[in-house]
């Protein structure tokens, strides 16, 4: 299998230490990854590999949405569905890192067609409770998290074959964010962008510029060369689209956290959030995702519909 990794040069000053380390890691526990680009909302989905046992999960997939038509398609999802298949390997978990806002998710979709267990971090239960009055939803909506397999709380740990994750809880983009943490590398969502972007907006309900800071910290604790594999990236000021960076990366050159304090970044947070529009997706986004993806159900004409509350945001 090749690396569709396409990493920006300022990203590639690997120096022969990390190199080789990584080299070790993987072939010791034997983990591929594979990235997947979806440029309409620049968000990247990933595959993690146990090669020997052929078992995999896959994190943050993308359903496509076409706003003007309402139409949805599952080109992009189909993508990984076919490396899936291609490469002969067993699906164990289709995870979500946060309830995303700027893409509808694919993971019922996935799991429909490959299998596994479909999880994300417990505290969707909050932000399922929020958006549930938020679009006037039927009292019996659950708000339990019962749209998914596995809810998973801090410090819980499960196994992609023999590959053991760990979950770390990272809210202030959302309450709701959690990371995944392999060998050597992490699956952070939202939460930190490449270096040269900086992190995640903290507007959306629940979310808050002071606990972004604080769950940051606890990634850049983790090893120097983690691998920290992002879920977007924007190619700022016309570089190429990159998602792979490490703490070490992160720590000395992330243009929102590198040499601030916490007030100063709250500051910064702040000041930036407050220019930023909505996502384009964030309406017909979040009623699909707190849903695990399930689309709404047909109503009397067979037709299924999604709600678009005015002058709520």
Known sequence: MQSVFRLAPDWQRLDAARERGRNENRNSIEMQIQAFFHEPTFSVSYVLIDDANRAAAIIDPVLDYDQAAGRTSTRFADTIVAFIRDNGLRVE???????HADHLTAIAYVREQLGGKTGIGWRVTVVQSMFRDFYNLPADFP?????????????ETFRVGSIEVSVMHMPGHTPACVIYVAPGAAFIGDTLFMPDYGTARCDFPGGDARTLYRSIQ??????DETRLLTGHDYGPNGRAFAWDSSVAEQRTANIHIAGKTEDEFVALRKKRDHGLSAPALILPALQVNIRAGELPAPEADGVRYLRIPLNRL
Do not use: N
């Not at 606890?218 to 090893?223: C, E, T, Y």
């Open 143 to 155: 708000v339990d998290g019962s749209q998914f397999d596995r809810l998973f709380d801090d410090g």
């Open 93 to 99: 978990w289709v995870l979500d890192t946060h309830v």
């Open 218 to 223: 606890r990634i850049l604790k983790l090893p």
